[in-house]
């Protein structure tokens, strides 16, 4: 697939919530899961769950296709997904989606 080289992320830990059907893969560090092959090197079925959250900037391609639906949710983290929330300082204003703009229109340059 090209995914490059496999490396060792450290520790990691299967944590089982009692009372539910909730598994969390717990790692020591910031660690992207995006592929198959690290679910299985963790020992985790990626396929006996309903539903798999995992928290990356982007759903990977790896993952896709293993999947029924998926969607993304913007969150805050290193990467911030939502423009408007960037802290912008030097932009022409108004700017789209930063600004509420109600009536935007086109100007046509000669």
Avoid: C
Avoid at 54 to 73: C, R
């Amino acid at each position: 697939m090209g995914l490059g080289q496999l490396r060792p992320v450290g520790k990691y830990a299967v944590v089982h919530i009692d009372g539910t059907t909730i598994d969390v893969l717990v790692m020591p560090k910031a660690i992207q899961y995006g592929t198959m092959e690290q679910f299985k090197a963790a020992g985790v079925d990626f396929h006996i769950y309903d539903i798999v959250v995992v928290k990356m900037g982007y759903l990977d391609t790896y993952l896709i296709p293993e999947t029924a639906y998926h969607t993304m949710s913007l969150t805050d983290g290193p990467t911030i997904q939502r423009s408007e929330s960037i802290p912008f300082k030097r932009i022409y204003r108004p700017m789209w989606p930063i600004d509420d703009i109600g009536n935007l229109s086109y100007i046509e340059r000669a």
